[in-house]
T-cell receptor, first 113, second 111 residues
Framework: NAGVTQTPKFQVLKTGQSMTLQCAQDMNHNSMYWYRQDPGMGLRLIYYSASEGTTDKGEVPNGYNVSRLNKREFSLRLESAAPSQTSVYFC????????????FGNGTRLTVT | QKEVEQNSGPLSVPEGAIASLNCTYSDRGSQSFFWYRQYSGKSPELIMFIYSNGDKEDGRFTAQLNKASQYVSLLIRDSQPSDSATYLCAVNRGSQGNLIFGKGTKLSVKP
């Protein structure tokens, strides 16, 4: 049972480069999320998709775009990477509804130099 | 006031003791409360969740919720060195079910 799969696990970018973080879940969940985690800041929501075909901004969306490709896949794109985007990125999924816990992927450690 | 607050720790307890982790939240409309454990370099994993006032027990873990005081806690009985991790409190916000996380409390269980 794979759960939530993120690729890549590690990435180093130069300032201004672009990249896409991939996420796929096999739990038939409706909702998917992208969080970033920084020391001393905790987990912060970047974007989420409540269902296939919809996306919404979270707490820290600037500098990012997302695509809900289908029910399984939710990608996060950095168009022009900045050192401030150095972080660990987590994708998560959940059933719809207030009482549904998040299931996290293993994370992507991104360094922007 | 931050939406979800936790003492960052570290909280150090001896093996076999009870560890008490606390969390306060600001949104009185929050309905669901979650505790996650995160080992260093790993992703958060769900320990348990609670929706109703009172206590909820699952093995060595007990979650306690007091909505009037906007307070949720996690008790870990018979703490083991393997419980050493950062514990994240999360509270739902909005109709979409988005979770807001506290910054976490680092727990260290000493043998």
């Amino acid at each position: 049972n794979a759960g939530v799969t993120q690729t890549p696990k590690f990435q180093v970018l130069k300032t201004g480069q672009s990249m896409t973080l991939q996420c796929a879940q096999d739990m038939n969940h409706n909702s998917m999320y992208w969080y970033r985690q920084d020391p001393g800041m905790g987990l912060r929501l970047i974007y989420y998709s409540a269902s296939e075909g919809t996306t919404d901004k979270g707490e820290v969306p600037n500098g990012y775009n997302v695509s809900r490709l289908n029910k399984r896949e939710f990608s996060l794109r950095l168009e022009s990477a900045a050192p401030s985007q150095t972080s660990v990125y987590f994708c998560a999924s959940s059933e719809t509804g207030l009482n549904s816990p998040l299931h996290f992927g293993n994370g992507t450690r991104l360094t922007v130099t | 006031q931050k939406e979800v607050e936790q003492n960052s720790g570290p909280l150090s307890v001896p093996e076999g003791a009870i560890a008490s982790l606390n969390c306060t939240y600001s949104d009185r409309g929050s309905q669901s409360f979650f505790w996650y454990r995160q080992y260093s370099g790993k992703s958060p994993e769900l320990i348990m969740f609670i929706y109703s006032n009172g206590d909820k027990e699952d093995g060595r873990f007990t979650a306690q919720l007091n909505k009037a005081s906007q307070y949720v806690s996690l008790l870990i009985r018979d703490s083991q060195p393997s419980d050493s991790a950062t514990y994240l409190c999360a509270v739902n916000r909005g109709s979409q079910g988005n979770l807001i996380f506290g910054k976490g409390t680092k727990l260290s269980v000493k043998p």
